[in-house]
């Protein structure tokens, strides 16, 4: 049961163009979303979040759009930069203190052509 | 920048033996976790910890998988009959008490099982 889905496994994007990456999910309880980027052999890093009150986040070149009647969040980058090239997860939150998991979608491989 | 420091970097281990993957979290951080990435899938929560004992835990983490943070710094995971398929990148995290949920990652641990 794949709770948040990202339909594509790369995407492939000129430098200083925009790059958007998409997000579905389907539990009605999320309450937070956030986006991670993943280098090989690395962890994934935390980039940016957004509460399932507001629609709209924005830090520096990186701006996140929730629309919750759709169940569809995306990461906007702008512009884009060879050192974004990564893995990008979409993950999803719920439960509070303790009990907070995050759930991660499967990641979209982000490729920036110098 | 404080970070979550994972030991140790690569695993090897025969089928059936035990293995413990060792972290230490961010100091003041209260929330912990283990997530594992099967080569190619994505991230999948296993476990969450908080006021020493668990909160949460996944199908995965069945009576196989045991947590323990013993001395207020490290936090474990022991696998206690390692299977082939638990070979995988075992990531560790923690977080504060912010409003974002965003978790440090440490590096990961890569675990072969053969």
């Known amino acids: 049961d794949q709770q948040v889905k990202q339909n594509s496994p790369s995407l492939s994007v000129q430098e200083g163009r925009i790059s958007i990456l998409n997000c579905d999910y389907t539990?009605?309880?999320?309450?937070?979303f956030l986006w991670y980027k993943k280098y090989p052999a690395e962890g994934p890093t935390f980039l940016i979040s957004i509460s399932s009150i507001k629609d709209k986040n924005e830090d520096g070149r990186f701006t996140v759009f929730l629309n919750k009647s759709a169940k569809h969040l995306s990461l906007h980058i702008v512009p884009s930069q060879p050192g974004d090239s990564a893995v990008y997860f979409c993950?999803?939150?719920?439960?509070?203190?303790?009990?907070?998991?995050?759930?991660f979608g499967t990641g979209t491989k982000l490729q920036v052509i110098p | 920048e404080p970070e979550v420091t994972q030991t140790p970097s690569h695993q090897v281990t025969q089928m059936g033996q035990e293995v413990i993957l060792r972290c230490v979290p961010i100091s003041n951080h209260l929330y912990f976790y283990w997530y594992r990435q099967i080569l190619g899938q994505k991230v999948e929560f296993l476990v969450s910890f908080y006021n020493n004992e668990i909160s949460e835990k996944s199908e995965i983490f069945d009576d196989q998988f045991s947590v323990e943070r013993p001395d207020g710094s490290n936090f474990t995971l022991k696998i206690r009959s390692t299977k082939l398929e638990d070979s995988a990148m075992y990531f560790c995290a923690s977080r504060g008490d912010t409003a974002n949920y965003g978790y440090t990652f440490g590096s990961g641990t890569r675990l072969t099982v053969v």
């Open positions: 993950a999803a939150s719920e439960g509070s203190g303790g009990y907070q998991k995050v759930t």
């Open positions: 539990n009605s309880m999320f309450d937070y």
